[in-house]
């Protein structure tokens, strides 16, 4: 588990896992641009997906639960889903923010949805602790810490760790229950 964690990338690449979108034509078969990160889904982070939505996890030793929930379609909007994938959508991020609770007891639980860099619409659900890097401010700020404090990974850390492998293993089936 340390091994494992160690060799995960220090923080401040949150922001830098973020998929950047480079230009590009749109495929003249579909809307999808050929450059687009998320219209290609990543097999081995992915924990649960259906026609409609995926669910990945962000493996950060920092934000220990970290998930997304991905459209499969690409659209930059969620007033871009259909009607029934918008309800599916907002039930989803619900039963995912209660099962981070329950598993993993976070002080606050952050739902946010940008895509400005790349527009193509995703959740981020991230649990969060008084005591993480960044709190209280957005993930994606400065580190609150020292860079040196920034890259070590504390026993709470690991902790949570722990606890964030039981969260993204009960998850899936939680998501398959929801139509
Ligand atoms: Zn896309």
Redesign the pocket.
Same mark, same amino acid.
């Not at 924990?47 to 991905?70: A, E, M, N, Q, T």
């Given at each position: 588990m340390r091994s494992a964690v160690a060799q995960h990338p220090p923080v401040g690449t949150v922001l830098e896992s973020e998929p950047s979108?480079m230009s590009g034509p749109p495929s003249a078969m579909d809307s999808? $641009?050929i450059s687009?990160?998320?219209?290609t889904p990543d097999s081995v982070a992915t924990l649960w997906s259906d026609d409609h939505f995926r669910l990945v996890k962000v493996v950060d030793p920092h934000l220990p639960g970290f998930v997304r929930l991905i459209s499969q379609q690409?659209v930059a909007e969620m007033s871009d889903l259909s009607a029934t994938a918008q309800r599916q959508m907002f039930r989803l991020l619900v039963a995912i923010e209660s099962a981070m609770r329950v598993n993993l007891s976070p002080d606050k639980v952050n739902v946010a949805s940008l895509g400005n860099q790349? $527009?193509?619409l995703h959740w981020h659900i991230i649990p969060r602790w008084k005591d993480d890097l960044y709190f209280p401010d957005s993930i994606w700020s400065a580190p609150k810490r020292s860079p040196a404090a920034s890259s070590a990974v504390t026993v709470v850390e690991v902790e949570r760790l722990a606890r964030a492998e039981t969260f993204w293993k009960s998850v899936p089936e939680i998501c398959a229950a929801i139509r």
């Amino acid at each position: 588990m340390r091994s494992a964690v160690a060799q995960h990338p220090p923080v401040g690449t949150v922001l830098e896992s973020e998929p950047s979108i480079m230009s590009g034509p749109p495929s003249a078969m579909d809307s999808r $641009p050929i450059s687009c990160p998320l219209c290609t889904p990543d097999s081995v982070a992915t924990l649960w997906s259906d026609d409609h939505f995926r669910l990945v996890k962000v493996v950060d030793p920092h934000l220990p639960g970290f998930v997304r929930l991905i459209s499969q379609q690409h659209v930059a909007e969620m007033s871009d889903l259909s009607a029934t994938a918008q309800r599916q959508m907002f039930r989803l991020l619900v039963a995912i923010e209660s099962a981070m609770r329950v598993n993993l007891s976070p002080d606050k639980v952050n739902v946010a949805s940008l895509g400005n860099q790349v $527009p193509h619409l995703h959740w981020h659900i991230i649990p969060r602790w008084k005591d993480d890097l960044y709190f209280p401010d957005s993930i994606w700020s400065a580190p609150k810490r020292s860079p040196a404090a920034s890259s070590a990974v504390t026993v709470v850390e690991v902790e949570r760790l722990a606890r964030a492998e039981t969260f993204w293993k009960s998850v899936p089936e939680i998501c398959a229950a929801i139509r």
